[in-house]
């Protein structure tokens, strides 16, 4: 038997604040409901309303089984809010969280350090950069941690520099000779000094760069 569906019914939706009113493909709709869905913005949709999505787990990145008709609105709506939070695709460098004494103290928190890309001037190179402490806040040095990945640089250091590593195996080519470095060494190099920097799996070292010079 056919479904008669009038304006009454769709006055019940808006009611129910429901944006989307599903009927069957058989169902009859009359001329007055078709302009009362339009007149209250509901939009009408021939198919089975989507099973709703279940938030048994609150973590940011559970799938969501598409609905294999029409798309609720604000269905849609959370689909997109959940994938960006997934994708995390806010272009905003993360947040270095710091504490700060009035005499100049500073502790720059460990689990708030996140490497980010570093121009090197090739793309292809695979070099990351965070720096902990900068020239407004101290006069002396810089200092902050660097990591490459399978990658191979040249740069000019341009001050004094102490390079601590942490993990992996860094060699430092300078005038044509190679010092391997591993964790727990420390590199000194001395200002306006041309290194190539390189590893072959991956390294991070903890840097510290005087401006004395």
């Not at 056919?2 to 009454?8: F, G, N, R, S």
């Not at 302009?35 to 009408?44: E, K, P, R, S, Y």
């Not at 270095?96 to 001037?121: H, Q």
């Not at 902990?132 to 002396?140: A, I, K, P, Q, T």
């Amino acid at each position: 038997m056919k479904t008669l569906i009038t304006a009454t019914d769709v006055k019940k939706a808006a009611e129910n604040h429901e944006t989307t009113f599903y009927i069957q493909a058989d169902s009859i709709i009359t001329p007055s409901a078709t302009d009362t869905a339009q007149d209250l913005g509901i939009q009408i949709i021939v198919g089975s309303a989507p099973e709703p999505v279940k938030d048994e787990i609150n973590t940011p990145c559970n799938p969501i089984a598409l609905p294999s008709s029409g798309l609720d609105p604000n269905l849609v709506a959370k689909i997109v809010g959940e994938v960006m939070a997934c994708l995390n695709l806010s272009k905003q460098p993360s947040q270095l969280i710091k504490e700060v004494d009035p005499c100049g103290l500073r502790l720059a928190k460990g689990d708030s350090v996140v490497l980010e890309n570093y121009d090197t001037g090739n793309p292809q190179d695979k070099v990351k950069i965070k720096e902990l402490f900068n020239s407004r806040e101290s006069s002396n040095f810089l200092a902050g941690f660097i990591s490459l990945e399978a990658t191979s640089y040249s740069t000019l250091i341009k001050h004094d520099e102490l390079n601590y590593i942490i993990d992996g195996t860094l060699k430092c080519n300078v005038n044509g000779k190679t010092y391997i470095g591993k964790p727990g060494d420390t590199f000194f190099i001395p200002a306006n000094t041309k290194v190539t920097f390189s590893t072959s799996n991956n390294v991070r070292f903890f840097y510290a760069s005087s401006l004395n010079r």
